[in-house]
């Protein structure tokens, strides 16, 4: 008997006597202690359009969340595609992490045309308060269309 059989039986052996099989109930249980209560999504919202600000230097929302039923996933990516030489966009998330004051969480700066246009917010998962909002302020060149797309996803506990 080679030594890595009979370290795996002698586990087995331990394994039956300190541990007998045990029902789905408690493995269960054991899961939700250890992970929490799972969850699953409720709803989804997709946010879709383009938007053109109204001047240089003015702050506009692609994206300003109010509080959702329960806790939330959202994700989205913004379009950068109309941008030309000369041209200088900022891209800021902002979220409540107190629940009721929205602060900056990231800020992206693009200047001129982009060899890949397509800008991802990456995934945030957000307590129900959070008021996740996306803004797109154009600071300098010409006023351009910056068209966009968000999903957000509700969760619920199951």
């Known amino acids: 008997m080679s030594l890595a059989i009979y370290h795996v039986e002698k586990r087995r052996d331990l394994l039956s006597i300190a541990a007998p099989p045990l029902g789905r109930r408690w493995w269960r249980r054991l899961a939700r202690r250890l992970l929490g209560d799972p969850v699953r999504i409720a709803s989804k919202t997709r946010y879709q359009d383009s938007v053109t600000p109204s001047d240089l230097n003015v702050e506009t929302d692609l994206i300003n969340l109010a509080d959702q039923s329960d806790d939330y996933i959202v994700e989205g990516y913004v379009s950068l595609q ?33 060899d890949i246009p397509v800008v991802r917010v990456l995934a945030h998962v957000l307590p129900y308060n959070a008021k996740f ?26």
Not at 104 to 111: A, G, I, N, P, V
Not at 133 to 158: D, H, K, N, S, W
Request: net charge negative.
């Open 82 to 114: 109309n941008m030309a030489a000369g041209d200088s966009v900022e891209i800021k998330v902002y979220i409540a992490v107190d629940g009721a004051n929205q602060v900056l969480s990231d800020k992206m700066t693009f200047s001129d045309a982009q």
């Open 133 to 158: 909002r996306v803004t797109v302020t154009q600071t300098a060149g010409t006023l351009r269309a910056f068209p966009y797309a968000f999903i957000v996803q509700v969760m619920e506990v199951v």
